[in-house]
């Protein structure tokens, strides 16, 4: 599995609306990948309208009502 798609799957098993801090996450499952590609990563999926960005750090999880970008991509 990519870390990309790992981090989606993070992302799609915890509620709605829940913070995520970033180094937290990181130190809970994505250590085998470098701390900048992880953090680029997580932009990324910002971009892509994945998750919200609530400040330096810290990410909300989104829930979208179909098709959501999840929806569209797989």
Do not use: W
């Amino acid at each position: 599995m990519k870390f990309r798609d790992k981090m989606i799957e993070y992302f799609d098993n915890i509620p709605e609306g829940t913070v995520v801090v970033a180094n937290a996450m990181y130190e809970q499952g994505f250590t085998r990948m470098s701390h900048d590609a992880f953090f680029r990563s997580i932009e990324r999926l910002c971009e892509d309208g994945y998750i919200l960005r609530a400040g330096k750090g810290m990410y909300i999880c989104l829930l979208y009502t179909s098709p959501s970008p999840r929806d569209t991509e797989r």
